[in-house]
């Protein structure tokens, strides 16, 4: 059997099995109902507000996560390449990595206000640091024979970088982007239910403070279907890039 129908048919078991429960054990009040999301998703596709609202969250996260992005492989790179710059920053880009995020986003209130400017630089800063110590790790991983062998060959850094380190590192810095996706998310959601009146962060913030349980589920899913969908270009884009990966996991599935 096909395993996207094997799916659907899993996804529908779940559905009808909660909606069964929740109906039959009066537990609408803590999980709802799947009938009083859709419905509820339904009465904001009809007035507008979901697109709104998505599209706040989603400009939010895909900026920061672009811009932090970019950033991150760049100094990955950088750090990567510079052993004895990289070892005197090291104990400082840990301990700021170690740092709980969400304890910065009232500084980032205090430095940048409540606009949308505010939640682009968190998750920029967010998405910074994850891809940044992947890129990092995957240069440091690179294969000192074959960087020393293309020296004696009379190779300069670019060439080292064009011929050897971006090739090895790129599973890294796709390992990096990939975790990034739901953590962009966190990053403008957390700054959406702090400090502003639109977002899909507001939404669930707005119906958790009064007490609607399918319009805080409502927003959940539509946070999980930009999720989806953002993994879904991070996928594609790897593929182009990588299409080795894709056929070694054909054979490997053959096999």
Do not use: C
């Amino acid at each position: 059997m096909n395993i996207n129908i094997q799916r659907s048919i899993l996804a529908a078991a779940f559905l009808t099995l909660w909606e069964l429960l929740s109906r039959n054990m009066k537990l609408e009040f803590y999980v709802s109902r799947p009938s009083d999301i859709f419905s509820r998703l339904r009465e904001w596709i009809m007035d507008g507000s979901l697109a709104w609202h998505t599209s706040v969250t989603m400009i939010e996260a895909i900026s920061g996560f672009m811009i932090g992005s970019i950033l991150g492989v760049l100094a990955g790179l950088l750090l990567g390449r510079a052993e004895n710059l990289a070892r005197l920053l090291d104990p400082f880009v840990m301990g700021f990595y170690s740092l709980p995020k969400i304890a910065l986003a009232p500084l980032f209130i205090l430095w940048f206000g409540i606009d949308m400017q505010m939640k682009i630089a968190f998750v920029t800063v967010i998405v910074f640091l994850l891809v940044f110590l992947n890129t990092y790790t995957g240069v440091r991983n690179v294969s000192r024979e074959q960087i020393s062998i293309l020296r004696l060959m009379g190779a300069n850094e670019r060439h080292l970088l064009a011929k050897v380190i971006l090739p090895s590192a790129i599973v890294w810095v796709f390992a990096g982007l990939r975790l990034s996706v739901p953590y962009a998310l966190i990053g403008a959601v957390v700054g959406e239910m702090i400090a502003t009146n639109r977002g899909l962060g507001y939404l669930v913030a707005y119906h958790s403070g009064i007490f609607d349980t399918a319009g805080v589920l409502a927003s959940l899913t539509a946070l999980v279907i930009i999720a989806m969908l953002l993994n879904g270009l991070v996928h594609f884009a790897e593929k182009r890039l990588m299409p080795w990966r894709e056929d070694h996991n054909r054979q490997e599935v053959v096999l």
